[in-house]
């Protein structure tokens, strides 16, 4: 914290690069509509006004799902959880970044085993040398 209460904020001028980018959604997109009528079936929850206002408002068309919406409580489907949607983005940008990535451990469990990046360019991250990076 500064004298005036307000937090410090970092800053560095050190010039950045983004070597790739990747995404990952969870199943195949979903129109408002359709999620509405899904709900109002399968829930007896009648949203669909209010629903269609609110997407409209915020310019929602479609959106991705996790879950099938065949039970009121039920897990995500399978790949389709925070740490294997993240993992599979983080792979998408390495690929994206022209990196090769080997997963060493029981892919089905993205925090069971390490995940190696084959080659990392001299200058990348701070690194002086070609240098493969992993986490454990």
């Not at 509509?33 to 709900?39: A, D, I, N, P, W």
């Not at 997963?103 to 493969?132: K, N, R, W």
Request: contains cysteine; proline residues 7%.
């Amino acid at each position: 914290m500064n004298r005036a209460g307000s937090p410090t904020i970092w800053q560095d001028r050190t010039p950045l690069l983004v070597l790739g980018t990747g995404a990952a959604l969870p199943g195949e997109p979903i129109a408002t509509e359709e999620l509405l009528t899904v709900v109002d079936r399968r829930f007896g929850l009648s949203l669909r006004r209010p629903g269609l206002a609110i997407a409209r408002k915020l310019g929602i068309r479609t959106r991705h799902l996790c879950r099938d919406m065949a039970r009121r409580l039920e897990t995500p489907r399978k790949g389709h959880r925070n740490p294997e949607l993240a993992g599979a983005a983080v792979r998408g940008a390495l690929s994206d970044a022209g990196h090769r990535v080997l997963v060493v451990g029981d892919e089905t469990d993205p925090l069971s085993g390490y995940v190696v990046i084959e080659f990392i360019p001299v200058g990348c991250l701070g690194l002086d040398d070609q240098a493969p990076l992993h986490r454990g």
